[in-house]
DNA sequence: GTCTATACCGCGATAGAC
DNA sequence: GTCTATCGCGGTATAGAC
């Protein structure tokens, strides 16, 4: 609120917001917010206590930021694969593919901040408003499969609501192992899991190009 | 330790051990572990917070106990159907779908432990040995895709550790939103779980008997 | 922008009466 | 088996000097 905006970057010692952010949010990860104390945060930081509410007023106030940032990004790619407009010849199929792969780069390319949101319990005012924001991007997502059943693309022995959430519980799963740095990219990483959600694990007739048998 | 054992479960007022154990794991899973309070557990009882002392000698050992019996559910179902011992002629892939479907049903029969488990960050000593634990079942899991994959009977383009991860990230996500006692019974549910893991969420061409269309 | 010092509260756990 | 009362600690947040 009274806080000069903090334009000047260089020179001065100490962090800016941000930085107090980005650090508090892996520290949120690895221990738990809740199991999270702000000396734990001055400690990694290498402050006082009260240096952070220089910057933040509050603990759960870095909270509301991470989640915001997971919840924007998330909404806004579901938004943009999901939706008829850039492409309106398109299938339902076409675009709920299109969406898990998208899904999962934005998980990959907000992954602290989505692996925060993802272990929100609904503790306090902030975390069931992100609950609530997070519930209506789950819908929109649920409602694409849907209409994907309702072509006839998708296999009818399965409800489209179970699939809605095995196929994201999926992909939400990867914030418990995924590293970006790896040996597996990003986009790469996103085609496999359509992949493997699509078409399943076992062998399929006349899909396999039968690559080299090479050891890793 | 000085317990009597309270054998005598009937007449009493007051709670046994188990009963305390079975609530303060329901409250952890709501709120966290390290959100929850003894003074919540307490307030949730109907007693005082030293009467909560009486049956256990710290909140970490409730902990303990929910976490211990989640990893010998888990681990014996993983030894049962993942073993060659009970069914020496069948294939790996047959084993790891057999895995697949029980992993489901114990997940939900211990669904409170399980999900205390699945969200154990390693805060404690109680917890990394409970992660430990879960290490050496993953590994187990995942050596049994591996020998699947050796047998040709799983596609080729995606690294078995891959699948390993995927399929039972998606078991393990269904503590986020499976409640027994809806329309969806474990054991179809492990069926249904088990068919989407293993020939994805497409059409596939002659498998389809064609159920006429019911609206729910 | 960071510091020291501190207010105030709720935490896990204990003591001892009933 | 539960109670009241309390201890000691560490939590979030604030005040005011530098």
Request: proline share 8%; aromatic share 0%.
């Given at each position: 609120m009274t806080s000069q905006a903090t334009g000047s970057r260089r020179g001065r010692p100490g962090y800016d917001r941000e930085t107090v952010l980005r650090r508090a949010v892996d520290l949120f990860n690895e221990r738990g917010y809740d199991a999270t104390s702000t000396a734990d945060l001055a400690r990694d930081l290498g402050v006082s206590k009260s240096a952070i509410f220089h910057h933040v007023s509050s603990k759960e106030e870095l909270l509301a930021s991470a989640l915001d940032e997971a919840l924007t990004a998330l909404a806004s790619a579901v938004d943009a694969a999901a939706d008829?407009?850039?492409?309106?010849?398109?299938s339902a199929t076409d675009r709920l593919r299109a969406t898990v792969a998208e899904s999962v780069r934005i998980l990959v390319a907000h992954l602290p901040t989505v692996t925060l949101l993802l272990r929100v319990?609904?503790?306090s005012a902030v975390e069931q408003a992100a609950l609530e924001r997070r519930r209506v991007i789950d819908e929109k997502l649920a409602r694409l499969v849907r209409e994907a059943a309702a072509e006839g693309t998708l296999r009818t022995d399965l409800a489209p609501e179970l699939i809605s959430r095995l196929v994201f519980g999926t992909v939400n799963s990867l914030v418990e192992w995924y590293r970006p740095g790896?040996?597996?990219s990003p986009d790469d990483l996103a085609e496999q899991v359509t992949a493997l959600a699509f078409d399943g694990l076992a062998v399929r007739p006349g899909t396999l190009p039968a690559p080299p048998t090479v050891e890793p």
């Open positions: 008829d407009v850039r492409s309106p010849g398109s319990r609904g503790n790896g040996t597996l």
